[in-house]
């Protein structure tokens, strides 16, 4: 079994940043493909990011490109949110994911192991 855990969530004012983390134990497969979703009140747990662990190649949501990075710590097995000029509407619990296989995927039902999420506000 695979456990991740997120922390870096809070409150934010628009405009502002954070930076969320996901550290992964348990029994990883060599290179897991590892993601971000997140899910407002009311909505659909949507994607936000994910990388690659095999050759760092990420993908990202359209309305978070150019504002969001992905990145990874290959020792610490950890994968990195840094969100930058955040608007009200990213206001959500963020999940972090991750796939039994190298390779990013948009789709919630593609990631195999998540965690128990963290809460961002960005007040405007």
């Known amino acids: 079994q695979v456990q991740l855990v997120e922390s870096g969530g809070g409150l934010v004012q628009a405009g502002g940043s954070l930076r969320l983390s996901c550290a992964a134990s348990?029994?990883?497969?060599?290179?897991?493909?590892m993601g971000w979703f997140r899910q407002a009140p009311g909505k659909e747990r949507e994607f936000v990011a994910a990388?690659?662990?095999?050759?760092?190649?990420?993908k990202y949501a359209e309305s978070v490109e150019g504002r969001f990075t992905i990145s990874r710590d290959n020792a610490k097995i950890t994968v990195y949110l840094q969100m930058n000029s955040l608007k009200p509407e990213d206001t959500a619990v963020y999940y972090c994911?991750?796939?039994?296989?190298?390779?990013?995927?948009?789709?919630?039902?593609?990631?195999?192991?998540w965690g128990q999420g963290t809460q961002v506000t960005v007040s405007s």
């Open positions: 994911a991750a796939r039994k296989t190298p390779y990013t995927a948009f789709a919630r039902r593609a990631y195999d192991y």
């Open positions: 348990g029994r990883t497969s060599s290179s897991p493909a």
């Open positions: 990388i690659s662990w095999s050759d760092g190649s990420t």
